[in-house]
């Protein structure tokens, strides 16, 4: 792992960190009559972080679990970037698309999330006028315009009718693309495609940022792409409880998504360069939120990523009159690589999809300079230092 150039090791830094781990260590051997257990516990913990560091416990863990050590990377079926000059290519092989095992689930979720979606049938009113939709934001900024509808006697069930400055097909892929998501949504901090089951069907997650006092939330869902018989394109989601490819980190909380999505299609009034976005979002945000963290998403945050996904759509230069993810989404056959992309790795077809699992390896220290390595060992190190000498202290008193 780099070291960011603002914490490069120079031999300053390393003599200030050698002296911060030193001198608990020397305190203890002044203070302390059990001096052979300080050297002891401290000879122990560096030398626990060579090893650490050497990579010896993941290659042990690999060795004894290798299928838990293994992590599962989806091999996307978008065409492969073209390789750099002198790059070796990546074999790959166009084969017919197979049947969709979600195909049917497809159709169901489609028809409830388009029921929600529909603005002109059922439009929103005033909170008591008996409407099932009530607005809680309206924003207009030149030809730009998001409204957000609550659902009545629901916590998080949200409709945003956005006006974007953009051919729906640029709005769609940008909407559509998870992995593009943090471009554009400051909530959102990370995006990834877990599994791509078909050409319209993919395992996705994405991961929201820590707003003070909450932790980060994550969701793993199942994502459909289709083109509609009237010319709009939809992507709906839903949540699914797991897959062997995804694992939340540590402290995050998982949100549950009932039902989410976009149906993107052209202005109604016929405007040049301008398309009607309608999401719908039916979730539960997991674990204790403040209402003010709710209201922030709503009445905030979700105005202000539109608005800079109407910008960043606004300054392209050229009109895109075709959406790559409805290509896909149609297309009759994928892209599969034929060979391993990299060493140490296998190619494993699974029941749906193809994925690609690559082993663990010690991490490289030709890289390191000797500070660096100094500096990683004495950073491993020192907080089981302070362990250390608390347990010295307490046979101490003992």
């Known amino acids: 792992m780099p070291v960011p150039a603002a914490l490069t090791p120079t031999p300053a830094i390393v003599a200030a960190v050698v002296a911060a781990s030193l001198i608990p260590i020397a305190a203890a051997n002044h203070y302390l009559a059990n001096e052979d257990l300080v050297r002891l516990a401290a000879v122990t913990v560096i030398l626990a972080a060579v090893l650490h560091l050497l990579g010896v416990p993941t290659l042990i863990a690999a060795s004894v679990r290798p299928a838990a050590a293994e992590a599962t990377v989806p091999v996307s079926t978008k065409a492969a970037p073209t390789p750099a000059a002198g790059a070796a290519a990546v074999a790959t092989e166009e084969v017919p698309a197979g049947p969709d095992p979600y195909a049917d689930e497809a159709d169901a979720l489609s028809a409830e999330f388009l029921k929600y979606a529909d603005d002109v049938k059922d439009p929103a009113g005033p909170a008591g006028s008996g409407a099932e939709w009530v607005p809680v934001v309206s924003q207009k900024f030149g030809d730009f315009s998001i409204e957000v509808h609550q659902k009545t006697g629901c916590d998080f069930f949200f409709r945003n009718v956005i006006y974007l400055q953009a051919t729906p097909e640029e709005a769609f892929d940008l909407m559509a693309d998870i992995e593009r998501r943090p471009e554009w949504d400051d909530i959102c901090q990370e995006g990834k495609i877990v599994e791509q089951v078909s050409n319209s069907t993919v395992i996705q997650y994405f991961r929201t940022r820590g707003l003070w006092p909450t932790a980060p939330r994550d969701a793993l869902v199942l994502a459909f792409t289709r083109p509609l018989e009237d010319g709009r394109y939809l992507n709906v989601t839903k949540s699914i409880p797991s897959h062997p490819a995804y694992e939340s980190k540590a402290g995050d909380v998982r949100m549950l998504a009932h039902i989410a999505g976009q149906v993107v299609g052209p202005d109604p009034e016929g405007r040049e360069r301008m398309c009607k976005i309608v999401q719908v979002v039916n ?15 709503t009445t905030q945050a979700i105005p202000v990523g539109m608005r800079k996904a109407n910008k960043m759509l606004k300054a392209k230069t050229t009109q895109k009159t075709e959406s790559e993810a409805i290509r896909l989404a149609t297309s009759k056959t994928v892209i599969k690589p034929v060979a391993p992309t990299a060493p140490g790795s296998v190619v494993a077809a699974t029941s749906t999809a193809l994925v690609q699992t690559t082993r663990p390896q010690a991490p490289a220290l030709a890289n390191k300079s000797r500070e660096t390595l100094i500096l990683d060992i ?5 907080p089981w230092v302070v362990v250390s000498l608390i347990f010295a202290l307490i046979f101490r008193s003992r």
């Open 283 to 297: 979730g539960d945000l997991g674990g204790w939120l403040p209402k003010s963290v709710v209201a922030l998403v």
């Open 378 to 382: 004495l950073r491993r190190a020192q």
